[in-house]
């Protein structure tokens, strides 16, 4: 949550979420090895998959339990209903160490990660 306060200090006005709504997470076993953006899937690495937005651009998100993660857009899903995107397990697991589904609002952060949100990554 400190990051979210801080990104809305530092640009003086309160930032819309590019996307509200329930998050899940996907691994390389329930997936193809190759995301939409032609790179591999890691685990290990703090991405997801959205239906709208710019591969390679970053983005925010912050659980309802307050806890936030940096992530950027390398793929294209969810593709179940209500859900608005897939986070890599490494990404989930940084906003919850057992949760599967959580609700969220997500941020869109641009190509750069801003230094003072750096520590989410």
Not at 20 to 40: D, I, K, L, Q
Request: hydrophobic letters at 45%; charged letters at 20%.
């Amino acid at each position: 949550m400190f990051e979210l306060v801080a990104l809305m200090l530092l640009s003086q006005q309160p930032p819309a979420p590019f996307v509200e709504g329930m998050a899940s997470y996907y691994t390389v076993a329930s997936s193809s090895a190759v995301t939409a953006s032609g790179e591999r899937m890691q685990d290990s690495a703090l991405t997801c998959a959205m239906r709208e937005g710019e591969f390679g651009h970053y983005y925010l998100v912050v659980a309802a339990n307050g806890r936030s993660v940096v992530v950027k857009l390398n793929d294209r899903g969810p593709y179940v209903w209500r859900r608005v995107i897939d986070l890599s397990k490494a990404a989930m697991r940084k906003l919850h160490p057992s949760n599967g589904l959580m609700w969220v609002k997500v941020y869109e952060l641009g190509e750069e990660v801003p230094p003072e949100l750096a520590s989410t990554q």
